[in-house]
């Protein structure tokens, strides 16, 4: 269940990694083939559409006007694909709570994660310390997805 907890700690910073992290999991063999929840983000397309909705939240995030990430639409897309993910990653018969515990830890990791960007961005700006936080979202959405032995083949 940790991998569903990491993939709501980083929802909880960005609402579209958890997507692309799922989908390089699916394209890479990371996520075993008898999980239906995981065939959309092998998808290429799927998944390079997901790629690209992340890049456009990380570019957007610099912007003056970028909403906080605890207003209600931001809360509501970090619960929404944190507990997709959340069920991805989490073993069979346990896809419910895996959704739960992302959930959960994105909506409180995106209180948190606001109030120390904040912090951060009295001392280094708004854009050198959201590209550090893209960077450290990326890296541990892409560890918590692709975590473990690799499970089947890279799709076709």
Do not use: H
Not at 56 to 70: C, H, L, S
Not at 123 to 148: I, K, N
Request: a positive charge.
């Amino acid at each position: 269940m940790i991998r569903s907890v990491l993939i709501g700690l980083a929802g909880g910073q960005r609402a579209m990694t958890p997507l692309a992290a799922v989908a390089v999991a699916a394209r890479t063999g990371r996520v075993p083939p008898d999980n239906p929840l995981a065939n959309p983000a092998a998808n290429p397309l799927i998944a390079a559409g997901m790629a690209a909705l992340a890049a456009a939240e990380q570019a957007g995030d610099k912007m003056k006007t970028a909403p906080d990430r605890t207003v209600p639409s931001g809360l509501t897309a970090r619960a929404i694909t944190s507990a997709y993910a959340g069920a991805v990653l989490a073993a069979p018969g346990r896809r419910y709570l895996g959704a739960g515990l992302a959930t959960a830890t994105a909506l409180l990791s995106g209180y948190a994660g606001l109030a120390l960007r904040e912090r951060a961005m009295k001392r280094w700006g708004q854009t050198a310390t959201g590209v550090v936080e893209d960077w450290a979202v990326m890296a541990l959405a892409l560890a918590a997805a692709t975590a473990g032995r690799r499970a089947v083949a890279m799709p076709t």
